[in-house]
């Protein structure tokens, strides 16, 4: 399998930033698309952001379209979500999760999921 483990979640300030990593192990990291999915209590599971396995392509929710940014590094084996402009809306669990089919935002298309981190935006 393919293990992924998120860090960074916490209680945080609007306005302030957040970096999120997810760090893989056990099959290759490089062959899978990678996204962040946010998950309130019951809610459905939405895609935030995603990236391609060479990072030529990425996805964005309009919800975080130009607040966000998705990044790999297939070395370190690592998946970046980066904001320096949090809202009280981005509060959710966090997941990240990884597929094979390039460039989609669906959650069906995602095989391997880490166990989420969560998120809290305070004003």
């Known amino acids: 399998q393919l293990h992924l483990v998120e860090f960074g979640g916490g209680l945080l300030q609007a306005g302030g930033s957040l970096l999120l990593s997810c760090e893989a192990s056990g099959r290759t990291f490089s062959s899978y698309t990678v996204g962040w999915f946010c998950q309130a209590p019951g809610m459905e599971r939405e895609c935030g952001a995603a990236?391609?396995?060479?990072?030529?392509?990425?996805y964005y929710a309009d919800s975080v379209k130009g607040r966000f940014t998705i990044s790999r590094d297939n070395a370190k084996k690592t998946v970046y979500l980066k904001t320096n402009s949090l809202k009280p809306e981005d509060t959710d669990r966090y997941y990240c999760?990884?597929?094979?089919?390039?460039?989609?935002?669906?959650?069906?298309?995602?095989?391997?999921w880490g166990q989420g981190t969560q998120v809290t935006v305070s004003s």
């Open positions: 990236i391609s396995r060479n990072s030529m392509n990425t």
């Open positions: 999760a990884a597929g094979p089919r390039p460039g989609s935002a669906m959650d069906y298309d995602y095989n391997y």
